[in-house]
């Protein structure tokens, strides 16, 4: 092969190789990149953060049906459900409900509820000002307890959504925490 | 059929290497063209084995043969060997024997990578097939592999079945960056990029596909490995991971190689039927851009795989567009197709057999394309019979047809001989009858609301289901009378002339048959 065609060939497969390990790279970079995007288009259901309850005129015209469902992750056994399935409440309006939690195990163990509402483009208008999911929760075995959840509805929910369902998925982390055991 | 009776005699002053050492380290892009063929040939007859057991089980309604996780072993084996192992190396292997030829080059651009690119392969595949011996089985969960059932409730032998893919992978991107050298640099003088014929293109463009997308794949199953291996959460919510996630790496990459393995294709076709119409390919330019339109836009649509996960509205909205906007260069090179034949002087030897058929049988296959694109519908139709018909459709009478075409075509040029046209016309039309009636009647049990990758079935299913496994009986079958006639192409039949085909045009139907060991030591000139 004459050395000018190898010389050629040279520069090319360098820079396909290049391509190929930067495409490698862009396969890892998607990983942050997704949340990024999620972030950016808040296009994933994720609540924004804890948020005192602004002072929000109380809009009696109009009612909303909140729903509560709770899902265990993966070999989390905690008895873990809603004591109300679902309210009703006006957009403005202050309210508590309460979840219940068991560890049926016989060792203490540690949960973490995370949130999501449903549909996505009503998670912005669901502000939770008191909520068990901000905290790790230690139970000792056979412990029971009742976990409340304060929130309020925003008054500039659009009109066309008239169901909102907070989901609560409860995950063990007690490995990934020292228990801490009471008293 | 009247072929130009014109030949000169070339005497060879050193011809191949003898015996086993030829194979192993041949540097010759026409031996290893032959070898990814004969692979790529025996992958097709094993994971069509594979597609029997499925076909078997699924003959009648209820458990007869095979417990259910063999059968998940089944059709996840299935789907790679297919994939990775028959139609992908096929079209390499045409691109090995035919490229040089094509555009006036002596060999590839690096053939020293291009025996590893091939040698890799059956290594990757024994490893992939012993994991159906080891303990706990073959992978089971799916060609796709999402996560976490590949990661957390995977057998065993997923590690190995990683490992395999990632030569694989090693391979393909080889063969693509060869691919380009040779396309790029090794062209003929006066053969400018719009000169070159339509294989040509085809493969240019695939190859810029392959090492765009097979390193995310790479990056896909290194994660799941990690998840597995490592303790990382990619792809496992509690620890902070999306399984979600898994999907949209995956598919980036899965809808650009689903193109990957359908525009060498359309360049096949794309020479066949000028050929056996005696007429210019109508509209290269459009079929260029169109082919370039298609690899980029595909880019653009992959979580149409994905429109039940959830996304919000806007991204149904996007993806549903996206896709349904392929169907718009895909469309433009059917029609071209079509106008080629329009008014051309057509005879309709096995080639131009299975290229007419592929014309046909793939547009249908884009029909339920188009349907399964609508968003909505799809909440219907996904992970239904319905795509698995659409699939099909694409890749059976599309693609594997369409390597049938290139192969009956390039044969006398390859082996000097005729192949029996009697045999060839019959493989064909078994093939043809055995296709339709296994895969169409899958696009209404899937309407009719039957799941894929099941054993077993409800009971409104058995009588299509008994329909399609009689087809894939014959038109398993019917491979084996290819392969009788390959063997017996090989070695006697009709002197094959340079030209073969009356009207084929292009460098490769200048070269004697069988072609030379070299060709084209000194470039030619085109006009």
Not at chain 1, 126 to 140: A, I
Not at chain 2, 61 to 69: A, I, S
Not at chain 2, 427 to 446: A, E, Q, Y
Request: charged share 10%.
């Amino acid at each position: 092969m004459k050395e000018e065609t190898q010389v050629r060939h040279g520069r090319l497969v360098k820079r396909l190789l290049l391509m190929t390990a930067a495409m490698f790279g862009f396969g890892f970079a998607l990983v942050p990149l997704y949340d990024v995007f999620c972030d950016i288009t808040g296009i994933n259901g994720k609540i924004p953060g804890p948020r005192q309850a602004s002072s929000q005129v109380l809009d009696e015209s109009r009612e909303v049906r909140v729903q509560f469902i709770t899902q265990n992750n993966e070999n989390m056994s905690w008895e873990f459900y809603p004591l109300v399935k679902e309210i009703k409440v006006h957009p403005g309006q202050s309210v508590k409900v309460e979840f219940l939690a068991r560890n049926p195990a016989a060792h203490a163990m540690t949960g973490q509820a995370v949130p999501s509402v449903a549909p996505s483009r009503g998670a912005d208008y669901f502000h939770k000002t008191e909520c068990f999911c901000f905290t790790q929760q230690v139970l000792e075995p056979g412990e029971e307890i009742r976990m409340p959840v304060i929130f309020v509805v925003d008054t500039a929910l659009p009109k066309d959504i008239r169901t909102l369902t907070l989901s609560y998925t409860l995950f063990d982390i007690s490995k990934a925490t020292t228990i801490k055991t009471k008293g | 059929m009247s072929a130009v009776v014109d030949d000169s005699h070339i005497h060879e002053h050193h011809g191949p290497a003898k015996g086993l050492g030829r194979w192993l380290f041949t540097t010759n892009h026409k031996d290893i063209g032959s070898m990814y063929l004969w692979f790529s040939f025996s992958m097709f007859l094993l994971g069509g084995t594979m597609a029997m057991v499925i076909r078997a089980e699924l003959f009648q309604p209820g458990l007869q043969l095979v417990d259910p996780n063999f059968f998940n072993q089944m059709t996840t084996m299935h789907g790679l060997i297919m994939i990775f192992g028959a139609v992908m190396p096929a079209f390499v292997g045409l691109a090995n024997w035919m490229l040089p030829m094509m555009i006036g080059a002596p060999d590839m651009a690096l053939p020293r990578m291009n025996n590893w690119s091939f040698w890799i392969l059956p290594f990757a595949f024994m490893l992939l097939l012993s994991t159906l011996f080891m303990e706990g089985g073959a992978p089971n969960f799916g060609w796709t592999s999402y996560a976490p059932l590949s990661t957390t409730y995977g057998p065993p032998s997923t590690i190995f079945f990683i490992l395999s893919v990632h030569m694989m992978g090693v391979s393909s991107i080889m063969g693509a960056i060869n691919v380009i050298a040779t396309v790029l640099n090794m062209r003929a003088p006066g053969m400018t990029l719009m000169k070159m014929p339509m294989f040509a293109w085809a493969w240019l463009i695939t190859a810029f596909l392959l090492i765009a997308v097979m390193p995310v794949l790479a990056g896909a199953i290194t994660m799941l490995l990690m998840d597995i291996r490592f303790g990382t959460s990619f792809f496992n919510a509690a620890g902070g991971g999306d399984p979600v996630m898994y999907q949209h790496i995956f598919w980036f990459f899965g809808h650009p190689e689903v193109y990957i393995m359908i525009l060498p294709a359309f360049g096949i076709v794309s020479h066949v039927i000028p050929t056996f119409a005696r007429k210019k390919l109508f509209g290269y330019t459009s079929m260029v851009y169109a082919i370039g339109s298609i690899a980029f836009l595909s880019f653009l649509v992959w979580a149409h795989h994905m429109f039940t996960v959830g996304m919000p509205l806007a991204g149904e909205l996007f993806f549903m567009y996206a896709t349904m906007l392929i169907a718009v260069p895909t469309g433009v090179k059917v029609f071209n197709w079509i106008t080629t034949m329009f008014r051309g002087a057509l005879t309709f030897e096995t080639p131009m057999l299975f290229a007419c058929a592929f014309v046909i049988l793939f547009s249908i296959g884009g029909f339920s394309g188009l349907m399964l694109a609508i968003a909505p519908a799809d909440f219907q139709y996904h992970d239904s019979y319905f795509v698995v018909a659409h699939f099909h459709y694409v890749l059976v009478p599309g693609a594997v047809f369409s390597i049938f075409a290139a192969v009956y075509y390039w044969l006398p040029k390859w082996t000097g001989h005729m192949y029996d046209e009697a045999l060839g016309k019959t493989h064909f039309w078994l093939s043809f009858i055995g296709v339709n009636l296994t895969f169409f009647p899958m696009h209404f049990v899937g309407l009719a609301g039957m799941p894929r990758r099941i054993p077993d079935y409800a009971l409104q299913f058995a009588d299509f289901n008994q329909v399609a496994s009689i087809g894939a009986f014959l038109f398993g079958a019917s491979q084996f009378l290819f392969l009788i006639l390959l063997i017996k192409c090989v070695r006697a039949g009709r002197r094959a002339s340079a030209q073969v085909w009356e009207g084929a045009e292009g460098l490769e139907w200048t070269v004697p048959s069988p072609a030379p060991y070299h060709t084209f030591t000194t470039p030619p000139k085109v006009v």
